[in-house]
């Protein structure tokens, strides 16, 4: 990106005029510029001697005819370029014409029919269209007529040979004016009527004048630019061609323009210097003499071609050594210079301007220098004068601050001392004996300012106050307490102002002092409590009372009555590091100079605006006089130079930049975007009709860069864009490309916006739609065939799961159904016999009895475990339901028969789901273990069953009211370890949480957490 933010606007030359240079260092294909225009979408061509360029206010680009044959200068010397009607650009030259396609950036040749054969054209001018958009041109030997799409001859006529192969102007009535350097001809688009003009209507032969170009003026008027005479006018009424009194005998490119407020003036090459405005209806010229030491003013060549855009007032001009701009919408800041001496050193910086108020014409000002004396400039002419020791005999040529006063008295503050100076009389009048004899050599009056009642008060770098008292015309010295200054033996003020009421303000090397000369009250005011700093400067009393003061790293707002207010630095968005001088404008602004841009503050909102080389000052380092005349405008102090405005016209760049896609790169490698309308098909469901980029499988990487065709300091124009279906939201850059890899296939649109140097966004920008076409694997009949594919395989899983799932319940209801009929059947009958047998053996035979009552009881207790898996294995009992009604008939039938209430809670959601059988299983024997345990130990009066069932996790609580045990002595409670073991394991088995919780005295809860 090339930045010129080093070559902003205004000269050193009367009125505020500066110009961009642009050559071949920053990208230029040759210096030699030959014609400029704009083409639709608002980007830059250049054409030179050798190629053309485009440029979009960052980089030039270069266009060679035959694809880049830069080795081959014939082929690319350009002489003059037209913007078609369709937005084509039609170049012609030495070697016949080419059609630029500014999309494609390609020059194809037109070949007239006498050159049919060959691929070098002759020489011709100028190619114009006329109202039918038809195409005209000058060749060697006649005038061609042709059809800008088919390039087809529509017409010819013969003429001497090379009559308007230097130029060809058509104008507002059809004319077609033939310009040689010899020769003027017309021809009659209408009656084809050639005519010719030889001679000026003096007699004055035409070789003798060597016509160079015609342009015609807002009110319709023909002019025409000479070699040895200057301007040249086409008086319609006598048919003749007459010298104009322009007092200038070189002419060469012409542009017809005018002021903001409508005077018409002229943008001519030639001169003195190579390019000057006149002005007719004043006839006064204006010449632009180049500056050695303003790299911003003229060249000093010649200047063919301008171009203005009538938007933003831009001036483009073509000459010998390269172009330029005049932005008018860039310029801030007028510039003047100061003629220098031989033995100038380093200390000749401007420190005040005053405008000559004795003066009626208003253009003579007063400006000061710390090592060059006084001078007088006048603004008109741009001519400076300094004042000699015989005209005005300063103490010194060190002049630190300077003012007028209401008397138009002069009053100046030098090295140990002061001078008082009229511009009518040259009255001057020193001072040098009111410091003290020690310090007379050591003391600078570094500020002044004039009282209420016409006093004048002056600060010193060493003596501290002293005031003027016109009564007495003498100078007395005014006693502040040491207490103010960082030392008694330096009483250092470096700035003084006054306020309305006749108080006056001081900044001392400690801090802001508020003094009242008529009771002396003294009040010391520091921006922070402590400081002994003696970077301390101006102080400004604002029109609304409030005064500012400066100090290093910020300054401060202090009331009337000397409270400090607010106190603004870096974290209030004040950049510089240290202010320096300030000032009050018209609109009650404030602008303050510093060692980092000048700076505009505006007390009503607390905010900041910036100012640097950028809008045409000398340095980004202001830190030098900062002055303001009655009118308002202020000027601004550098070396042996200036800078001046009025804040009340300071312009700001109001148009959005045109947004345009400057180079598109795939896989690194330039790709041209597709511009052809492109209907639904297989790939594309939308029809395109914009600028369409499509990116094959295997190209996953792409950059667009871009540009805002802002060329008023490009260097701050700022960027936005956004990929819809991408990015989430817009990405801010000042770099103008994006990048992106590796998209997914589908259709984006990369939407571009930018703004100026002002940020005034083009909201609507630019945009190109993306196309990825995805590769096989990612395209949409692929994905359909993997996802049919896979819908098999799971259809095939699930049948196959299906059927062995049916397979597996068949066998559990088998197999409980064996159980029950074999095994409880078995159990029965060994129950059966046994209590048989216990009761024909009565009481005779108790030992026997014991036994078979144990063979009893073992075969009920097996038997009704075996009923309890006989029911986990039956798939229909997989439900919660039926799990919780097998707790509730268990706890129903061993709890009521040793006369314990069983309380059942079954919260809502259990409907619908279901356990494995392992987990079935393992959650009714955790529950059976807790019940048994409550039943035979806890003593209790009360057992709760709690069911829950909520996302996806089970909740059983069993808790009774018992008398609970403490879980470190289980064998004291007669509970034992083996149970409560057991539980934890099923817990484990099934992936639960299994939490115990008692205490003696506070009965015991058994909580099972399983995920379901």
């Given at each position: 990106m090339l930045l010129f933010s080093n070559c902003m606007l205004l000269p050193a030359q009367q009125g505020s005029f500066s110009f961009i240079h642009y050559t071949s260092e920053h990208g230029l294909s040759n210096d030699h510029v030959t014609a400029v225009l704009k083409d639709r979408k608002g980007f830059l061509w250049v054409s030179t001697v050798h190629g053309l360029n485009r440029y979009d206010g960052q980089n030039f680009r270069r266009v060679f005819f035959k694809n880049g044959q830069e080795d081959n200068p014939s082929l690319n010397y350009i002489q003059h370029m037209t913007l078609a009607p369709d937005g084509s650009i039609w170049v012609s030259g030495a070697n016949g014409i080419c059609r630029l396609d500014p999309e494609r950036l390609v020059l194809e040749p037109v070949f007239l029919p006498e050159n049919a054969d060959s691929v070098v054209n002759d020489q011709v001018g100028k190619v114009v269209f006329d109202e039918k958009n038809k195409v005209w041109v000058s060749a060697e030997s006649g005038i061609y007529c042709l059809d800008p799409v088919t390039k087809k001859q529509l017409g010819f006529w013969?003429?001497?040979?090379?009559?308007?192969?230097?130029?060809?102007?058509?104008?507002?009535?059809?004319?077609?004016?033939?310009?040689?350097?010899?020769?003027?001809?017309?021809?009659?688009?209408?009656?084809?009527?050639?005519?010719?003009?030889?001679?000026?209507?003096?007699g004055i032969r035409m070789n003798e004048v060597a016509v160079m170009r015609m342009a015609e003026d807002q009110d319709g008027q023909l002019w025409i630019t000479s070699w040895?005479?200057?301007?040249?006018?086409?008086?319609?009424?006598?048919?003749?061609?007459?010298?104009?009194?322009?007092?200038e005998s070189l002419a060469t490119g012409i542009l017809p323009d005018k002021t903001v407020t409508g005077q018409p003036f002229f943008w001519l090459g030639g001169g003195d210097h190579g390019l000057y405005q006149y002005f007719p209806k004043e006839d006064r010229i204006r010449q632009f003499k180049p500056d050695l030491r303003d790299p911003y003013s003229h060249n000093n060549y010649l200047t063919y071609s301008f171009f203005k855009d009538e938007k933003t007032g831009e001036v483009w001009i073509g000459t010998e050594a390269g172009l330029e701009l005049y932005a008018p919408l860039s310029i801030r800041f007028g510039r003047a210079t100061i003629p220098s001496e031989d033995d100038a050193r380093q200390f000749s910086l401007v420190s005040a301007v005053v405008k000559d108020r004795t003066d009626p014409t208003g253009n003579t000002y007063f400006v000061s220098l710390w090592a060059r004396g006084l001078h007088k400039w006048n603004r008109l002419n741009n001519t400076f004068k300094k004042l000699s020791h015989q005209e005005c005999p300063l103490l010194n040529e060190g002049i630190f601050c300077m003012h007028q006063d209401r008397k138009g008295y002069i009053w100046i503050g030098t090295h140990y001392g002061i001078s008082r100076y009229h511009p009518v009389s040259g009255e001057l009048k020193t001072w040098d004996d009111f410091f003290p004899p020690s310090q007379r050599r050591a003391n600078n009056i570094l500020s002044l300012a004039e009282g209420v009642r016409g006093e004048i008060w002056f600060g010193s770098n060493a003596s501290g106050l002293f005031r003027y008292n016109p009564e007495t015309d003498r100078i007395e010295q005014v006693n502040l307490p040491d207490s103010l200054f960082a030392g008694p033996d330096r009483k250092y003020i470096s700035s003084i102002a006054t306020d309305p009421s006749g108080v006056v303000w001081m900044n001392t090397n400690l801090g802001a002092v508020r003094f009242g000369p008529v009771n002396g009250e003294v009040k010391f005011i520091q921006a922070k409590s402590g400081v002994n700093n003696p970077a301390w400067a101006g102080i400004l009393v604002s029109k609304s009372g409030l005064v500012y003061a400066v100090y290093h790293g910020g300054f401060m707002e202090i009331s009337e009555d000397g409270r400090l207010l607010r106190r603004f630095s870096q974290t209030e968005g004040k950049l510089m590091g240290q202010p320096n001088f300030l000032v009050e404008d018209q609109q009650r602004k404030i602008w303050l100079n510093s060692n980092h841009f000048l700076h505009c503050f505006d007390p009503k909102n607390g905010t900041f605006s910036y100012y640097g080389i950028a809008d045409g000052l000398f340095s980004n380092a202001p830190t030098d006089g900062l002055s303001i005349m009655p009118d308002g405008e202020i000027f601004i102090g550098f070396q042996n130079a200036f800078n001046y405005f009025n804040p009340a016209i300071l312009r700001k760049n109001t148009t959005p930049p045109p947004v345009a896609i400057t180079s598109i790169k795939v896989m690194n490698k330039e790709r041209q975007p597709v511009f052809s309308t492109i209907k639904p098909s297989f790939f594309f469901r939308k029809t395109y009709q914009d600028a369409l980029l499509i990116l094959q499988p295997g190209e996953t990487l792409f950059s667009i860069e871009f540009a805002a065709l802002n060329f008023n300091q490009p260097e701050k124009n700022r960027y936005a864009y956004q990929l819809e279906g991408f990015d989430e939201s817009w990405n801010y850059s000042d770099r103008p490309v994006a990048t992106y890899t590796n998209l997914d296939g589908g259709e984006y649109v990369l939407r571009i916006k930018a703004a100026n140097n002002d940020e005034i966004w083009n909201e609507p920008g630019a945009t190109i739609r993306i196309q990825v076409v995805p590769p096989l694997v990612k395209r949409w009949y692929f994905k359909l065939f993997l996802?049919?594919?896979?819908?098999?395989?799971?259809?095939?899983?699930?049948?196959?799961?299906?059927?062995?799932?049916?397979?597996?319940?068949?066998?559990?209801e088998g197999l409980a159904r064996d159980l029950h009929d074999e095994?409880?059947?078995?159990?029965?009958?060994?129950?059966?016999?046994?209590?048989?047998?216990?009761?024909?053996?009565?009481?005779?035979?108790?030992?026997?009895?014991?036994?078979?009552?144990?063979?009893?009881?073992?075969?009920?207790?097996?038997?009704?475990?075996?009923?309890?898996?006989?029911?986990?294995?039956?798939?229909?009992?997989?439900?919660?339901?039926?799990?919780?009604?097998?707790?509730?008939?268990?706890?129903?039938?061993?709890?009521?028969?040793?006369?314990?209430?069983?309380?059942?809670?079954?919260?809502?959601?259990?409907?619908?789901?279901?356990?494995?059988?392992?987990?079935?299983?393992?959650?009714?024997?955790?529950?059976?273990?807790?019940?048994?345990?409550?039943?035979?130990?806890?003593?209790?009066?009360?057992?709760?069953?709690?069911?829950a069932f909520k996302k996806g996790l089970l909740l059983m609580k069993v808790s009774d009211n018992g008398k609970g045990f403490s879980p470190e002595n289980l064998d004291e409670a007669g509970i034992g370890g083996n149970g409560l073991q057991n539980m934890r394991q099923r817990a484990e088995e099934i992936g639960g949480r299994l939490d115990i919780v008692s205490a003696v005295g506070a009965g015991t809860s058994v909580e099972l957490r399983l995920k379901v």
């Open positions: 013969k003429t001497p040979p090379n009559i308007g192969n230097f130029f060809t102007y058509l104008d507002k009535n059809q004319q077609l004016w033939l310009v040689h350097e010899s020769t003027v001809h017309r021809f009659d688009l209408n009656t084809k009527q050639l005519s010719r003009y030889d001679s000026l209507s003096s040895f005479y200057g301007l040249l006018r086409y008086d319609a009424a006598c048919d003749q061609i007459v010298d104009y009194p322009d007092r996802a049919v594919l896979a819908g098999g395989l799971l259809v095939g899983v699930w049948v196959y799961r299906r059927s062995q799932r049916q397979r597996l319940e068949a066998f559990r095994m409880g059947s078995t159990l029965s009958s060994i129950r059966f016999f046994s209590e048989f047998a216990k009761q024909q053996m009565g009481d005779s035979h108790g030992q026997v009895a014991g036994v078979l009552k144990r063979i009893s009881d073992s075969a009920s207790s097996l038997s009704e475990t075996m009923q309890d898996i006989v029911w986990a294995m039956k798939t229909k009992n997989d439900a919660l339901e039926d799990i919780a009604s097998r707790m509730t008939e268990f706890g129903l039938r061993l709890l009521e028969a040793r006369n314990v209430h069983f309380k059942v809670n079954v919260q809502n959601g259990f409907s619908g789901k279901k356990l494995t059988p392992e987990q079935r299983r393992n959650c009714y024997l955790i529950f059976k273990e807790a019940v048994n345990n409550a039943a035979k130990y806890a003593e209790a009066t009360e057992v709760e069953l709690f069911l």
